[in-house]
């Protein structure tokens, strides 16, 4: 937790920013107020990286004991384990060996084994048959079940949800399935093929507006129930309705559920079978001359089937439909390779298309075994899949409990959002147009869960667009960053607990610049400002020696540090290394406390944005470490480096000898040559000493740490 420090010290930051010194000769001055850092942090807390699931038969490959001897080299001490499961919508077998709510017929509920003995080398996730969304955040080769063609498939809605497990009525989490056209088409008609559970009370509506995915703008327009669309005592089975005498022309249409017949087939003994909502089929179109026209595109291809969003999914799933083609390291084997470097792996557990009881036997799994882990994250990327915070915190609200009760201590959070550029993304509710973190914190505070959330946490891609000259989009990150923080902070983000930036990398789509020299630059400005901002843990993503990919033309890139062969083996290190290196190794002290503060530059562009960065730290070791970043691409700079102590106002000057590490493209060279892309030169950041530096030479394109007495 933070003490009041941090906040005046955030406070001091925003005033410094504002009321920056006016310098006659470039400068970077350091303000040092001596009891006020604005951070105190451990590298081996602090800087960390990310593993993630990969593509079948990757992970041994990629964490073979040569690569993960090179992974280690670049000094990160702590780990932030991925759930790419959840992105897919699946669920997670963290341990094959397990059990099924139905053994009989294998399938139904799972629940991995926590019993110790054993091995666990990689584990996989399962697709979930009941599955209603056309699109997912990973491999993206599902389909929708409620317009595949198939009425012996069905979409069923997450039981977790239903009145049973939150004990509050069902109209708080009002289900949805949302169909998305594209473009506006004329509506009078819908044919719904329910499936059990049915919806007994249920509207249909259409969106009156362009578009209906909710940011901190609040789009204009409303959900409109068609004026035949408010249904009462359904019985279920096949329904058509003619919602509307005259078409209205719509480009969304939602089905809204708030009450469930609770009903399931003969032979189901489960009451998860009970609970929820299911759909086989869904019809949509106009009404010509009698006959019915459905403008519904059916198909097993979600390339080809309309667009479908669903509020929820059941986790229900059978031994057939495991994902062959991704896999998830095995905790054992992260846990014995070395990687988490003897400190505790930030942990998630299942949450989204899991079940409780799963997520809790992971845990006892890892105890069981002695392994330091924690804190844990609940679930990933809610945001992206368009979950209603209610919807969310209703089952964070559950998982805690249960996991509370059994480890009181560990620290849970979240909800790691995919991205804090704009508020966070969901459907717009129907009555309150609030943003997505305020309407999650007065759920949990409503339901008295508030104290167990206990760390925020979130994403940081802050380009989509890679294709473009990097120099803007450096200069600009750091006001993006900015921005963020205080949105979030007006938004009711408490000051008293950790904010961890659980991903990081120049964009989530491949490009140019993750590979080349301004990837670097990136990577350690928002490790920086963050840290500045008063943020406590940053895992920068891209571990494991990886390829080259390329997601659209020409721009072959790729988050990661070590470029590996055609074998998967560690070959070149990347621009990304060297810069994480110079973080882990020089700029930080290790195994201690470093105290960071303010500095402040006059190197401006014509946009009045920061070209050089600077985040200085006082070391355990009593030296000054001062990181610096020169974003110009084509101009070097000789700066002052200078300390001022606000206590009284002195201003000290280097003194002694000072050692350099200057790292830049006179070390880094990337030959483009499309899926063959690779540095012909990578070495080494260049170590110098300088008696009483005067000033210091940022190259073009660099990162510098000196560091020094004043």
Known sequence: MWNKAPVITFIAFFAMLLAEPSFAIDRVIIQYAPNHAVNIFSPNKAL?????????????RMLSPYNIRRMLEAGFHTVSYRLRTELAVEAWH??????????????????????????????????????????????NDGYSRIDDGDIGSFWKSDPYLDRYFTHESNSLHPQTVVIDFGEKKPIDAIRIRWGEPWATEYSVQYWSGDDSVATVEH?????????????????????????????????FIRIRMTESSHTAPKRSKDIRDRLGYAIREIYIGEIKKGTFHDLVKHDVNNQKQTVIYVSSTDPWHR?????????????????????????????????????PNNSLAELRYL????????????????????????????????????IKKEFPSLKL?????????????????????????????????????????????????????????????????PSLLYGVITRLRQQGLSNAIPWYITEYGYSAFSGKPEVKIQGALMNADIVGQFLTLGGKRTYLYGYEPNSLIEESPGAWGNNMLIEADEEGKA???????????????????????????????????TEGQKVVTAYPLLRNDGEWSVLLINKDPSNEHAIQLELLNQANK?????????????????????????????????????????????????????????????
Request: charged fraction near 20%; include cysteine; charge should be negative.
């Open 219 to 251: 789009p204009i327009g409303e959900w409109c129930v068609f004026r035949h669309g408010d249904i009462h005592h359904s019985h279920g089975g096949d329904v058509f309705i003619h919602l509307t005498p005259e078409p209205i022309r719509a480009r």
């Open 48 to 60: 960390g990286a990310a593993l993630d699931g990969q593509d079948e038969g990757e992970v041994s």
């Open 413 to 477: 959070g979240g909800p790691c959002f995919q991205t804090t550029e704009v508020d966070d993304a969901a459907w717009p509710h129907d009555i309150w147009r609030k943003p997505w973190y305020v309407r999650f914190l007065s759920y949990l505070r409503n339901h008295h869960v508030l104290k167990y959330y206990q760390f925020f946490s979130f994403e940081w891609y802050p380009f989509d667009e890679t294709r473009v000259d990097s120099a803007p989009q450096l200069a600009f990150e």
């Open 319 to 355: 031994e057939k439909d495991r994902d062959k083609h991704t896999e998830q390291p095995g905790f054992d084997r992260i846990f014995h390779s070395g990687l988490t470097g003897g400190t505790p792996m930030m942990l998630p557990v299942p949450l989204l298309y899991d079940t």
């Open 571 to 605: 070959k070149y290190n990347l621009a990304t290394f060297w810069g994480a290196w110079l973080l882990t190794h020089q700029w930080t002290f290790p195994d201690s406390k470093n105290k960071l503060f303010y500095a402040s530059s006059n190197i401006l562009n």
């Open 94 to 139: 963290w341990n094959p060996i397990g059990k099924w709510s139905d053994p009989r017929h294998h399938q139904g509920y799972w629940t991995s084994s926590a019993d110790p003995h054993g091995f666990i080398d990689v584990c996989w996730g399962y697709r979930l048959p009941r599955r209603g969304d056309t699109f997912d955040q990973a491999n």
């Open 650 to 710: 002195h201003i000290a000057k280097p003194k002694g000898r000072w050692v350099v590490y200057s790292f830049s493209r006179e070390q880094y060279h990337w030959k483009e040559d499309g899926s063959n892309g690779r540095p012909i030169e990578s070495h080494p950041p260049i170590q110098s000493y300088v008696n009483q530096p005067e000033t210091l030479t940022l190259p073009p394109y660099s990162l510098v740490v000196a560091r020094g007495k004043f």
């Open 367 to 402: 105890k069981a075994k002695g392994y330091r882990f924690g804190p844990i994250e609940m679930g990933e990327e809610p945001d992206g899949q368009y979950v209603t915070p209610e919807d969310y915190a209703a089952l964070y609200v559950q998982w805690s409990r249960i």
